[in-house]
């Protein structure tokens, strides 16, 4: 498949995981995909299993400086830019009555802050066609015990989408949403142990988590000119989790 060829595209959070997997495909798809993320040992392994059409950029989308750095990066070898995949994330587990400032902040910080400067930053760089993607997730519709600042901020960017989707009426620039329901990337499999995917994999009526490969599909199909006539939408890869 080329639905991509000659694209470029950033995924935020590209060194594992569900990113990693869009990454992948996109470059499969003919694409050109930068990278970005923290951890300059996860990118090495992502760069040399993408290729010689992917670039990494270390860096967090909570620091603006180093998203300056990301996109300048882009600039530079490819003037232009067509996809933004805005997927990097936080998350963890605080109830109700323990919830601290600290957490709030690496929260919000990063899925809402950073999705919205992720974006902004990049349309500079965009033009007709272009494909924003953001990264939701089932919790931002079911809610999740003791997940409430994250189930918040999944909400958060599915409004973004919605307002951005006006914000940019006139430009050719589409934005939309990808939310997942659990999925078994490498760090959910170890956070969760055997019986927490088992636990979850019985939520939803397929039974089972998904692959990140199955996330990294429908990114692809956002990105690309097949969905030319969505903007402001969600689509949801949660194995029906939210939809019943």
Known sequence: MTRLNGKTAVITGGATGIGRAAAKRFVEEGAFVFIFGRRQEALDAALADLGPNARAVKG?????TDLDRLY??????RGTLDIVLANAGAGSQLPLGKITVEHC????????????????KALPLMGRGGSIILTGSSAGTTGAAAFSLYAASKAAVRNLART???????????VNVLSPGPTATELAKEALGEEGVEA???LSPLQRMAEPAEIGAVAAFL???DSSFMTASEVAVDGGLAQI
């Not at 300048?72 to 070898?77: F, P, T």
């Not at 902040?105 to 902004?120: E, P």
């Open 164 to 174: 951005w989707a006006e914000d940019l009426k006139g430009t050719g620039i589409r």
């Open 223 to 225: 990105a690309s000119r």
């Open 60 to 64: 967090s989308v909570s620091s603006l």
């Open 72 to 77: 300048a990066a882009v600039k530079a070898e």
């Open 105 to 120: 902040d690496v929260i919000l910080d990063t899925n809402v802050k950073g999705s919205v400067f992720t974006v902004q």
């Open 200 to 202: 979850f994999a019985s």
